[in-house]
T-cell receptor, first 114, second 115 residues
């Protein structure tokens, strides 16, 4: 009963390096989300997807790209990491439909950019 | 844009008492409001959802109220226990009939229940 799985859990990058965070869900959910969580800021939406092959920008999309090639996977990419991207990243998913609002979160990926 | 405020960063209460957490929002009224629990180093976990046409929702020792006139939700934990110690997040969804119905989160209130 995996739910939402994020890899890696921890990563340290140097400024300018690139990396990809992987989110996988086994609940056949339509909607997937990437949030970042910073002290005093709460969870902020980076990008989201309403289905396979679709992506859209959230509140804070700059510096990030995403892809949803398979329904179960949602990838978050940093092309050129900056110290401001040091954060804890959470992936979440939910099933489709107007009355199904509950989000299922992964355990988070802690990224440090030096 | 929507602003979501949770009453305080931290709240300490004695075991057995009722904890009351506040979530205030500005601008538009959300289609529904949710509460999540987050433990240190873990992802948020869904607790309760209340819709705009509902006044109150209960689940075991948890109760949520929703006042669209005051633009406020109250989250109560009755007979609190040390195991209830965590950060509690409120989240608002704008419109569940269209789009992705994205959730916007408050910064959370860290609750500590003292034995």
């Amino acid at each position: 009963n995996a739910g939402v799985t994020q890899t890696p859990k921890f990563r340290v990058l140097k400024t300018g390096q690139s990396m990809t965070l992987l989110c996988a869900q086994d609940m056949n959910h339509e909607y997937m989300y990437w949030y970042r969580q910073d002290p005093g800021m709460g969870l902020r939406l980076i990008h989201y997807s309403v289905g396979e092959g679709t992506t859209a920008k959230g509140e804070v999309p700059d510096g990030y790209n995403v892809s949803r090639l398979k329904k179960q996977n949602f990838l978050l990419g940093l092309e050129s990491a900056a110290p401001s991207q040091t954060s804890v990243y959470f992936c979440a998913s939910r099933s489709g439909g107007p009355n199904t609002g509950e989000l299922f979160f992964g355990e988070g990926s802690r990224l440090t950019v030096l | 844009s929507q602003k979501i405020e949770q009453n305080s960063e931290a709240l300490n209460i004695q075991e057995g008492k009722t904890a009351t957490l506040t979530c205030n929002y500005t601008n538009y009224s959300p289609a529904y409001l949710q509460w999540y629990r987050q433990d240190p180093g873990r992802g948020p976990v869904f607790l309760l959802l209340i819709r705009e046409n509902e006044k109150e929702k209960r689940k075991e020792r948890l109760k949520v109220t929703f006042d669209t006139t005051l633009k406020q939700s109250l989250f109560h934990i009755t007979a609190s226990q040390p195991a209830d110690s965590a950060t509690y997040l409120c989240a608002l969804a704008r419109d569940y009939q269209t789009g992705a119905n994205n959730l916007f989160f408050g910064t959370g209130t860290r609750l500590t229940v003292i034995p």
